[in-house]
């Protein structure tokens, strides 16, 4: 079975960061897109960046030049490093992933996104 497990949510002040991780684990064959949304009470939820399995990447308007996306293609990995953190980046932010797997019982592959369980990120002015 196909996983992803989020960490490194919490609670910080306006201008400091933190680091989201998200790792992927499983019958896993392939990643494409990587990405983290995020979602914050009675707000839709709003993609925050991505990046693709050629390594380009993309952000949300509201926090480019503050938010920088990576992963490692070895590891199954993507982090979100928050710099300069608002209290409007209060959130719970999810983890995403377009995963390339084989299914253990029918032994077909397939490809489907999988995300991660959220971890709440709060940011206090």
């Known amino acids: 079975q196909v996983q992803l497990v989020e960490s490194g949510g919490g609670l910080v002040q306006a201008g400091g960061s933190l680091r989201l991780s998200c790792a992927a684990s499983?019958?896993?064959?392939?990643?494409?897109?990587m990405g983290w949304y995020r979602q914050a009470p009675g707000k839709q939820c709003e993609l925050v960046a991505t990046?693709?399995?050629?390594?380009?990447?993309s952000y949300a308007e509201s926090v480019k030049g503050r938010f920088v996306i990576s992963r490692d293609n070895v590891k199954n990995t993507v982090s979100l490093q928050m710099n300069s953190l608002k209290p409007e980046d209060t959130a719970v932010y999810f983890c995403?992933?377009?995963?390339?797997?084989?299914?253990?019982?029918?032994?077909?592959?397939?490809?489907?996104?999988?995300w991660g369980q959220g971890t709440q990120v709060t940011v206090s002015s």
């Open positions: 995403n992933a377009q995963i390339v797997s084989r299914d253990s019982i029918s032994k077909m592959i397939t490809q489907r996104p999988y």
């Open positions: 499983g019958t896993i064959l392939s990643i494409n897109a």
């Open positions: 990046s693709t399995s050629g390594d380009s990447t």
